[in-house]
């Protein structure tokens, strides 16, 4: 026997029983993005490595361990398969001007990568929708964003499973500020600091308070807090942000230890988190980046934008039973004998333009073994034609999920009566 192949680990199939549910919730995100007037924006999924490097911060995890770079053989490139979707996005509005004398709100959904260890929740390819809404110094979009969200996990009968956690990071010098404060305090306690806290407690030591190690919680709950080093304006924007999400009706607790790692990250942050999927809690994370744009050579422009990762919150959706039972054909055609599979095709043709759904038994089949199909495919009716319909041009309607006298209606007529049978 020839060999077998397997998938990449941590690279997952959607198969059929599946994939209709990820179309059941990627439809209800399309639906959510254009209600709140947000334009698709599509990028390729490699880029080049420094674009990352840049962007996301070379003190990360991502970039230090888990992106899967590569150097194209052909020109000697170094390429990277995106591990986020904020990169890609703003290196093509820089590229095509697309800030010249406007705002924009995009939204992106698609597969992104990261090299880390396969578990419940975490995969080497993954998927996230995001949005990155550019041009506006809020707080207005932020309290918008959070609506939407929120919108999202109504709409989607998640409500009660999600919390948000919010918090500011300031300004640029009130962070300086902090991060001088906080060098002095970890240097006090570099013996309890793990390896990971050693290294960044000079590069990135915001990141060491994110720590997950629970060894260093306390290390870290006592640490200079950087909302003591907020001034006025950042602290009106946290404030004027946080009345508009109450107005709003929008739960949220205060985290001070939310900083999300990255450098770019200013102001407003947040997490929406849920307790029901384990370790794995984070399901859509952002904030504001008011520096990013002109650090990737554009013109300044405030920038705000989340990612959503899509796999957790279809784990939750099944984990809730949340999720409709799989679509099935309006029709299953079932025909037998002479002339008729063309016969069967051509009316298959006219219901389909007459807006029914129908999937054509095809091939040879006992008119026992057809119905069974037909039974089995979760279809509403069959639509029989033997040879003697093809005589009289004529099909036989029998409906397969209720109780209904058979009809032999003329091949013309097959559609409105199907149509009338099922309103
Ligand atoms: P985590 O702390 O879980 O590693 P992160 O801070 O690395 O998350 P972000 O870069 O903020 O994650 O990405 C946004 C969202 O994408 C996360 O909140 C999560 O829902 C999802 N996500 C991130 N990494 C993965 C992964 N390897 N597999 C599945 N989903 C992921
Ligand atoms: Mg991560």
Redesign the pocket.
């Known amino acids: 026997m020839a060999q077998k192949y397997q998938a990449v680990k941590g690279m997952n199939d959607v198969l059929p029983a599946e994939s209709y549910q990820w179309e059941f919730f990627e439809g209800k995100l399309r639906e959510l993005l254009a209600d709140y007037g947000y334009q698709n924006i599509r990028t390729p999924i490699v880029e080049t490595t420094p674009l990352f490097v840049r962007a996301i911060g070379e003190v990360t ?2 970039v230090e361990k888990e992106m899967y770079t590569f150097i194209d053989s052909l020109n000697g490139d170094s390429l990277t398969l995106r591990p ?1 979707g904020t990169a890609g996005t703003l290196r093509a509005v820089v590229e095509h001007n697309l800030l010249y004398n406007a705002t924009q709100k995009l939204w992106y959904m698609g597969p992104m990568f ?1 090299h ?1 260890r396969p578990q419940k ?4 390819q ?1 998927h ?1 929708m995001g949005v990155e809404a550019l041009g506006f110094g809020g707080p207005d979009i932020d309290a918008e964003i959070i609506a939407m969200t929120a919108d999202l996990w109504r709409r989607l009968g998640l409500s009660q499973y999600v919390r948000l956690e919010i918090n500011s990071l300031g300004n640029q010098e009130e962070r300086a500020a902090h991060r001088q404060a906080l060098i002095a305090y970890l240097e006090q306690h570099v013996d309890v600091l793990d390896e990971d806290g050693k290294r960044r407690m000079y590069s990135n030591p915001l990141r060491v308070l994110d720590t997950k190690n629970p060894a260093l919680q306390q290390m870290a709950n006592e640490a200079p807090k950087l909302s003591d080093y907020l001034g006025e304006a950042s602290r009106a924007h946290y404030e004027g942000w946080k009345a508009m999400i109450r107005e709003l009706g929008v739960d949220f607790v205060e985290n001070p230890r939310l900083v ?2 990255l450098d770019y990250y200013n102001q407003s942050v947040f ?1 929406w988190v849920t307790s029901e999927l384990g370790a ?1 809690g ?4 952002g904030g504001r980046y008011d520096g990013l744009i002109e650090q990737l050579g554009g013109k300044p422009a405030a920038g705000i934008g989340f ?3 899509l ?2 919150v279809v784990l939750l959706l099944q984990d809730k039973q949340l999720l409709p039972a799989q679509r099935s054909v309006d029709i299953y055609l079932v025909n037998q004998g002479e002339g008729a599979a063309l016969y069967a095709m051509k009316l298959a043709q006219n219901l389909r333009a007459a807006g029914l759904s129908v999937v054509q038994h095809l091939g040879e089949g006992s008119f026992k073994s057809q119905m069974k199909k037909a039974d089995g495919s979760g279809a509403q009716f069959a639509v029989i034609v033997g040879e003697n319909e093809i005589k009289t041009g004529q099909a036989v309607i029998k409906a397969l999920r209720a109780e209904m006298d058979q009809h032999t209606v003329a091949a013309e007529a097959v559609a409105a009566t199907l149509i009338s049978l099922k309103a």
């Open positions: 995890d991502v986020e990261r880390e929740g975490r995969y080497r993954f996230q999300r790692g997490e794995q984070t399901i859509c994370a990612g959503m990762g796999e957790r």
